[in-house]
Each structure stands twice: as C-alpha cells, then as structure tokens.
C-alpha cells in the first residue's frame, strides 16, 4: 500500500470517528447534525435552527474530550515510537518501562506538595505546573532506564524491562506515601486526578496540554532518519556522521514532553504506546520518517475509537479507558515477545 | 594519507595497543592480520574515531582525527563493523540507503538512488533490495552492510574504508569478490584498511600486510616481504608451509595439522 494512501485513510478514519463520537452518548445527536454545527461555528456554513441543547453538549462537553483523546492519543503513540528507536527495540513502552509512573509520581507530588499556586486544579497555570512536573518526571526516569540498561553502549531488553518493573514499584511506592501523607483538600485533589481519564476535560485542559503534544508531533518527525541510523548501532550511527548524544537528548526531551504531559492530564494509558507504532510497521515498513508521524494519527484515532467504547459498552457507567487500550495491547506485547523470543535471551 | 603515530589504548590496566605507527597512502590496499585478541579491532575503532588513543596521534589529511566532526568523517571515512545487528526489520535496500544518510537532509536525490543501485549491483545484493534484512542469511547480511558501507564514501576518492572482517560468513564467490571490490576501489585512490583472518585472501589482494600481536606491530611490509613460516609461526604459533604460487607469484600458506592430544592435561576428579 503506498505511504500517502495510508496517510489519507488514517485521517479520514480519525475525522468520520470523531464526528461519530461526538453524536454519542446519554443525548444522541445525528452525525450529520455534528457536522453542520460545526461547520456553522466555524462559519463556512449558515443554519437556519440551531438546537441549543445540543449545542452545548457538542461544544462544552463532547468536543474537548474528544480533542483532549486525540492530542494524548498522538502522544502516547508518536513518543512510544521515538523510545522505541532510542532504545532501540520496539518493546520499549512508557508505561511498561516506568516512564508515565515517573510522571505520574511527579504529578501527585506537585500536588501533593501544594505549591501555592495550586490550591485547585481548574486554574490553567495549575494545569501547566502539574504538566511541566509529570514532564520531569518522565524525563528523570527515561535517562535513569537508558542509563541502567546500558551495556557496553547496547541497550540490554532484560535490563530495561526489569528495572522498569523496579522503577514502576518504586515509583507507585512513593506516589502511595505522598498520598497517605496528603491532607484532605489535597487527597481530594490527587484522587479527582487519578481517576482522570478523559472525563475532566475542558478546553483549559486542551489548551494546556496543546503545545505539550504538538511541538512533538512536529519535530519528532525530523529525528526519523537519524532513528533508522540508530537502529544499525550507537556506534554506526556515529559513523554516519550523526550526534549521537545530541540526538538522544531532544528524542528523550521531546518524547517524555509529550508522554508526562498526556499522563498529567489522563493518568496512564497503557500499551498505547506499544500497541500503535507496531501497527503502523506492519502496514508501513518501519522507515521512521514515516512510522513517526503515522503512530501520531493512528494513535490519535485509537484513542479516539477506544473512548467511544468505553463510553458506550456499558452504558451509562463509563469503563477507564486504560481497560480497552490494555485488552487490545497486552495481547500484541505478548505476540512480540513470544515471536522475538530467541533474540531476546531474557 | 593517513597517519598514526606512537598509538597506545588501554582500558583500566590492560594495554590493547602500544606504540602503532604506520602511514597510509591513497590508493593502498592494507591487510591487518593477526591472532585474537591481537588489538585488530581496537586499532580499527581507534582509526575510525570511535574511540581516541591514551597517547600518540591519528591524523588524516593532515589534519588530527579529533579536529573532525562526526558529520566531517562521515564524508571522508567509512567503517564496516564486525557485529551488525538492525533492531528493525528494514529492507535492504533502506539498510543501504542509510549509507547516503550523510549526504542528503530530508529526501534522498537521483544521484544517492543511483549509487544505491551501484553499490547493489556491485556487491551482488540487488536482487534482494525488497527483502526484509532479518530474513537473509549470514552472508547476505554481511553483503548488504558492506554495501550500506560502500555507498556511504562511493564518489569521494581518498576516502578511507575501515573493514573490520568484510568477508566473514560469505561463501567463496563473495569472499572473491568483496576483496575484488575493495582491490578496485584502492586502485580508484581509496584507502582500504581490512581486517581479515584468510591470509591467503590477504596475499592475494594486499599491497600491504601489517601483522598484529600482543597489542603492537610485528610486521609491516608486501606480501612477498612479510609472509613466511617464521612470521606466521610468531604471529599465530602455528607451523606452515608457504610457498609462492608459479602462475600468479603471490604466497600461498599451508597451515600444518595440528594433532589434538586429548589426555595432555591430566583431569583432576
């Protein structure tokens, strides 16, 4: 299939689900209907009768969530395949290897510590403080499992995914501390938070999490050939003329910007980031020029289809989102690990 | 022309190399030959840059090795390692694009796509330019990253190539060929450096023979000068014939049998 057709179908998909996904809920709304108000709003079409009603459900409740599902979605699969080509292997999730439990442990302890800025959560800056903490967090922790799993200037996958088993312990340990340690106002705080999921968005909450998102998805791409060098090897990426320490900073900077960020707003999802950029290498090839920019959109649109599930199968009680994205990514881990089990000698 | 003057390594106590000096003119073909754990493959990385000598200096053009930017040597230097393992399943043809990495920013030119195909051509990979490098054998592998290799420095004479055993796991045929190519390449002003470990293969291509042992350089010289029972003898510790071949003049070695006395070594129980 040529790359720009999967290109088109991936947008596509993501457009007609989000549109569908809007119509959804306790108050159905034709998709038709969703899109005219929407091309009404934005001016390039006139209706005669605006429902009200369903107007403010499609642009206070409806349209935020699904914008907050898909900046996190292009998150969490856009940066699952850069740390995959850093670590050179594609078993290499945020979630499995520690990194949104760091960011989640930076979360809690912003607002565990209560900077004074943050006395509640629905102010703006208090978003941007608990994104720049879980920012940090996941940083802090991506350099702390490269360092750790580095052997003779390999990667090792044995390492990595047990250190990330230590570090995920070690990290729920102290977010449990700090949380047995909060004061009531706090506790109600960390718990609004932790159940998060992408019930509480907002426009702030898009806002916010906007440019955390999107100055990825824009300059990751760039990284792609660097990430196909790497895949031959540290060392022959050197040879290729590459910066090889520069390249890893911004990779791990950019991508850990986007995973603390969408973890900030929507705890942990996991095996988003496993689950997508795997997809998109069977359809695609595993050129990173394109692979990058793919698991953007497709995890965009995954999340996007998962959130309508998880509104919907049970209806009116809402599943966490993290339950459909695991049911469907906890299967494929296990097919990478069984297929590539000779090469990973764990 | 490069130079290496006075190089020594270590790592912690132990001396890899000590005290390499040799200077390498375009256009020459070098064999390195020596036991493991010789130094082959550390003076190699110290050569490419990878690494840098505890004392002395590298220089190429005249200009030190650590004046270089990786993006510099990229142009001007090219390496083919021992170990080569992709941790995605590229295609091949993709593994040999990477070679032109250096020379192109977002998309690659006509004139990378043509010394891709080249380079394909040349090294007998062309046929598997759509298969997925996992799937190919040992051999093919080696030939594809000798191509990736090849295509990185193709239209720059002077350029040096660093092969580090670029025949090993390749068939006869192949063996023939990857040094007939680097022999050629030699005589198109490269600078070839091989490790390899056949030195009949090396006798054959080499202009040059530089033998390693213990960590310094026991010999430097043709083929004619350097290789003979008392070098091979002290270079491998093996006996051998060598003979020189009528037809073409170049050294052939006879390794002798070696007899494997099982109850030398009395077992302790």
Do not use: C
């Not at chain 1, 943050?118 to 994104?131: C, D, K, M, P, V």
């Not at chain 2, 022309?1 to 200077?23: C, E, H, P, R, W």
């Not at chain 2, 064999?31 to 003076?43: D, E, H, Q, R, Y």
């Not at chain 2, 530089?210 to 003979?228: C, F, Q, S």
């Amino acid at each position: 299939m040529s790359k720009g057709i999967v290109y088109i179908i991936l947008s596509v998909s993501l457009l007609t689900a989000g549109i569908v996904s809007v119509g959804l809920g306790a108050v159905p709304i034709p998709a038709s209907e969703v899109l005219l108000l929407i091309l009404h709003k934005l001016g390039m079409y006139h209706m005669q009768q605006v429902n009200e009603q369903h107007e403010v459900i499609i642009f206070i409740v409806r349209l935020p969530r699904l914008m907050l599902g898909i900046l996190v979605g292009a998150a969490l699969g856009i940066s699952g395949a850069a740390i995959q080509g850093i670590f050179r292997n594609p078993l290499a999730e945020p979630g499995l290897i520690g990194i949104s439990a760091g960011a989640t442990l930076m979360a809690v302890a912003v607002i565990g510590l209560e900077a004074t800025l943050l006395t509640t959560l629905s102010n703006l800056l208090g978003y941007y403080l608990l994104a720049f903490g879980a920012f940090a967090g996941a940083g802090v922790t991506a350099l702390l499992i490269y360092q750790i799993s580095r052997h003779e200037g390999k990667p090792n996958v044995a390492t990595m995914l047990l250190a990330g088993i230590a570090i995920n312990a070690l990290a729920g340990a102290l977010t449990g501390l700090i949380t047995y340690l909060a004061s009531e106002q706090q506790l109600r705080n960390i718990t609004f938070w932790m159940l998060g999921s992408l019930g509480g968005a907002t426009w702030q909450t898009v806002t916010a999490l906007a440019p955390f998102v999107l100055i990825p998805v824009i300059l990751l791409p760039r990284s792609g050939k660097a990430l196909n060098a790497f895949s031959l090897g540290e060392m022959q990426a050197d040879y290729l003329g590459l910066d090889v320490n520069r390249i890893k900073r911004r990779v791990i900077l950019l991508s850990t910007m986007a995973v603390g960020a969408a973890v900030s707003l929507t705890g942990i999802i996991n095996f988003m980031g496993l689950l997508v950029p795997h997809i998109i290498r069977l359809i695609m090839g595993v050129d990173n020029k394109h692979v990058l920019p793919a698991s953007a959109l497709l995890g965009a649109l995954v999340l996007t289809i998962a959130d309508m599930i998880s509104r919907t199968l049970i209806a009116p009680i809402e599943l966490p989102i993290g339950v459909i994205t695991a049911l469907i990514g906890a299967p494929v881990f296990l097919y990478i690990l069984i297929r590539d089990k000779r090469k990973l000698s764990l | 022309m490069l130079t290496v003057n006075n190089v020594t390594y270590q790592i912690g106590q132990a001396k890899l190399l000590k005290d390499i000096s040799f200077s390498i003119k375009s256009g020459e073909m070098v064999a390195v030959l020596g036991a493991n754990g010789a130094g082959k493959s550390t003076l190699l990385k110290l050569i490419a840059g990878a690494n840098r000598p505890a004392s002395g200096s590298i220089s190429l053009h005249g200009r030190p090795l650590h004046h270089y930017s990786s993006a510099e040597l990229a142009h001007i230097r090219t390496v083919l390692s021992q170990q080569n393992v992709v941790s995605l399943p590229f295609e091949a043809k993709e593994i040999v694009m990477m070679g032109r990495y250096p020379h192109y920013k977002n998309n690659p030119t006509a004139k990378d796509n043509d010394i891709v195909h080249t380079v394909m051509e040349a090294t007998g990979v062309y046929s598997l330019a759509d298969r997925s490098y996992p799937t190919l054998s040992g051999g093919e592998q080696q030939r594809v990253q000798l191509a990736r290799a090849l295509a990185q420095v193709w239209e720059q004479p002077n350029a040096l190539l660093l092969m580090d055993e670029p025949v090993a796991g390749m068939d006869i045929l192949y063996q023939q060929q990857t040094l007939s190519i680097l022999k050629s390449m030699a005589q198109k002003r490269f600078m070839v450096i091989s490790i390899l470990h056949d030195m009949n293969l090396a006798a054959q291509y080499a202009d040059r023979i530089i033998m390693l042992k213990h960590g310094r350089k026991w010999y430097d010289g043709t083929p004619a000068e350097v290789l003979n029972q008392k070098s091979v003898y002290e270079i491998f510790e093996i006996e051998s014939d060598v003979f020189t071949n009528p037809a073409t003049l170049k050294q052939l070695i006879m390794p002798h049998e070696i007899i494997f006395e099982q109850n030398k070594t009395p077992l302790t129980t």
